[in-house]
């Protein structure tokens, strides 16, 4: 069965080297607690709040130093890392999570398609949704925002996902909503999901933490509080096929009666 460990880290601002520092910290607890991938937050490079600086701590899968690094540690620790970073790629620069196997290699990012607020000021939208087959499942991955879409998660299920990764950069006053997300997009799926979100403050904006995993029937594994930490989660795979096997929420779709939803408002 998977162990996923969620690492709901405080990312310091605009400071690569410090998180990353922060990122060796976890994947080394990881190692130790035998965890086959760690989970870190969305922009967890970099911190949040990257604005004007986006371009400048932008990295490619290419050349990235930090990229690098990340892999090493992979390899070194042998655990699987997912993080958020700025993405350069082919000119442009996106909200992004990169998954990187347990052997230092660079499995794919995936570039967050439903931007936030002001992100689209500093970031383009992504167009595609990615699910990579490992040895611990096939995974897919949304990022914050994207939760709040059902098609997100409905397309990496069909895509055949097993597990749905959220790095999660969510603030207050919305800890009401996360959880909720986090539980529906699972149970209507019947898949695993999970979501590390980060914790303290940026500028003014509190971000709450309350990292979160649920099963195929949408019961959570775990939740956490508003401190930093982490949390071991371990996935017992066969309850997918339980879960549709006991409610046929795939079978009984009725994919012609939903033409509506591919009309632009």
Same mark, same amino acid.
């Given at each position: 069965?998977?162990?996923?460990?969620?690492?709901? %880290?405080?990312?310091?601002? #605009?400071?690569? !080297? $410090?998180?990353?520092?922060?990122?060796? $910290?976890?994947?080394?607890?990881?190692? !130790?607690?035998?965890?086959?991938?760690?989970?870190?937050?969305?922009?967890?490079?970099?911190?949040?709040?990257?604005?004007?600086?986006?371009?400048?701590?932008?990295?490619?899968?290419?050349?990235?130093?930090?990229?690098?690094?990340?892999?090493?540690?992979?390899?070194?620790?042998?655990?699987?890392?997912?993080?958020?970073?700025? !993405?350069?790629?082919?000119?442009?620069?996106?909200?992004? =999570?990169?998954?990187?196997?347990?052997?230092?290699?660079?499995?794919?990012?995936?570039?967050?398609?439903?931007?936030?607020?002001?992100?689209?000021?500093?970031?383009?939208?992504?167009?595609?949704?990615?699910?990579?087959?490992?040895?611990?499942?096939?995974?897919?991955?949304? %990022?914050?925002?994207?939760?709040?879409?059902?098609?997100?998660?409905?397309?990496?299920?069909?895509?055949? $996902?097993?597990?749905?990764?959220?790095?999660? =950069?969510?603030? &207050?006053?919305?800890? #009401?909503?996360?959880?909720?997300?986090?539980?529906?997009?699972?149970?209507?799926?019947?898949?695993?999901?999970?979501?590390?979100?980060? %914790?303290?403050?940026?500028?003014?904006?509190?971000?709450?933490?309350?990292?979160?995993?649920?099963?195929?029937?949408?019961?959570?594994?775990?939740?956490?509080?508003?401190?930093?930490? &982490?949390?071991?989660? !371990?996935?017992?795979?066969?309850?997918?096929?339980? =879960?549709?096997?006991?409610?046929?929420?795939?079978?009984?779709?009725?994919?012609?009666?939903?033409?509506?939803?591919?009309?632009?408002?």
């Amino acid at each position: 069965m998977p162990k996923i460990l969620l690492a709901q %880290i405080t990312p310091v601002l #605009h400071d690569k !080297e $410090a998180n990353l520092r922060t990122f060796e $910290a976890y994947m080394k607890e990881a190692s !130790e607690k035998g965890a086959d991938l760690v989970l870190f937050p969305e922009l967890a490079l970099t911190g949040y709040f990257t604005r004007d600086k986006t371009v400048d701590l932008a990295e490619s899968i290419e050349d990235g130093e930090s990229i690098r690094q990340v892999c090493q540690w992979a390899k070194q620790y042998q655990v699987k890392t997912v993080f958020g970073f700025p !993405e350069k790629k082919d000119g442009t620069v996106y909200n992004s =999570a990169c998954m990187i196997d347990s052997e230092g290699s660079v499995i794919g990012t995936y570039q967050k398609v439903h931007l936030w607020d002001e992100e689209s000021k500093y970031f383009s939208a992504g167009e595609d949704y990615y699910v990579w087959e490992t040895d611990i499942g096939k995974i897919g991955m949304m %990022i914050c925002y994207d939760s709040e879409f059902p098609e997100v998660a409905r397309t990496l299920a069909l895509k055949g $996902a097993d597990i749905i990764l959220a790095p999660t =950069a969510n603030m &207050s006053p919305l800890e #009401h909503s996360q959880q909720i997300y986090i539980q529906s997009r699972a149970a209507e799926n019947q898949v695993f999901v999970a979501t590390t979100n980060q %914790i303290g403050l940026e500028e003014s904006t509190y971000f709450f933490g309350e990292s979160a995993a649920a099963n195929p029937f949408g019961k959570l594994l775990v939740l956490g509080n508003q401190t930093e930490s &982490s949390y071991l989660v !371990e996935m017992d795979l066969q309850l997918i096929s339980k =879960a549709r096997t006991d409610f046929y929420y795939h079978k009984d779709r009725k994919p012609s009666s939903y033409k509506d939803l591919t009309k632009k408002i």
